[in-house]
């Protein structure tokens, strides 16, 4: 289920206010024209996220995702292969290790996307996005996968659409015991952001 995003406009698509709903439509239509891929966009990214126990942390980020390169008026943009994978530095190995996690998993994580409709802008979000369970090493990074459904976007008019890269993620992580049971921390949200100075452009589709 994808909602308009907060007033900070962080996050990925799509549940737009009136003004974009009279561009874009999240209903998927015949195709006018074919679409042409333009391939995999790959970011590597840093965010620094809060954790419990060992505050902030730099947290490292491969974000992949297919758009096409253009489509006609009635057509529908559908990124497709969308993954990010994230790299917990060391010292947050050592404390999930500290309180007995062998595993961590997370869920109802959201990321966004700034999206530009030739000249209106809307900040949209992805919401459904989830950890699967994925092991803690005894030491050294820790390796973990955000990915998800995203939802296609149908533009009404010719021109460009614009996606960007929002500036934070979340997700409700759980780290686990050995007997797959919750740690004593529970379930925490690390609120990450993303580290300024980095390029944050996606794909500019020619809606024609």
């Known amino acids: 289920m994808v909602e308009e995003t907060p007033v900070f406009r962080h996050r990925i698509p799509v549940l737009v206010a009136a003004l974009a709903l009279a561009a874009l439509t999240t209903a998927a239509t015949s195709a006018a024209a074919p679409v042409r891929t ?119 008019a010719a021109g460009q659409v614009s996606f960007a890269l929002g500036s934070t993620f979340a997700a409700q992580i759980t780290p686990k015991k050995a007997d797959g049971t919750p740690t004593g921390l529970g379930t925490f949200d690390p609120q990450c952001s993303l580290d300024p100075g980095q390029d944050v452009a996606l794909a500019t589709i020619t809606v024609s």
């Open 38 to 156: 333009s391939g995999s966009v790959t970011k590597n990214l840093t965010y620094t996220c809060n954790f419990p126990l060992i505050g902030q942390q730099q947290v490292n980020a491969v974000l992949a995702i297919t758009f096409p390169d253009s489509v006609a008026v009635g057509s529908v943009i559908q990124p497709t292969d969308f993954s990010v994978g994230l790299t917990l530095p060391d010292n947050a190995t050592a404390g999930l290790r500290l309180i007995g996690a062998t595993t961590v998993e997370g869920d109802k994580a959201s990321a966004g996307v700034d999206v530009k409709i030739n000249d209106t802008e809307i900040g949209v979000t992805l919401n459904g996005l989830a950890i699967p369970n994925s092991p803690v090493p005894e030491t050294g990074p820790t390796s973990l996968t955000l990915s998800g459904p995203i939802p296609g976007l149908t533009p009404k």
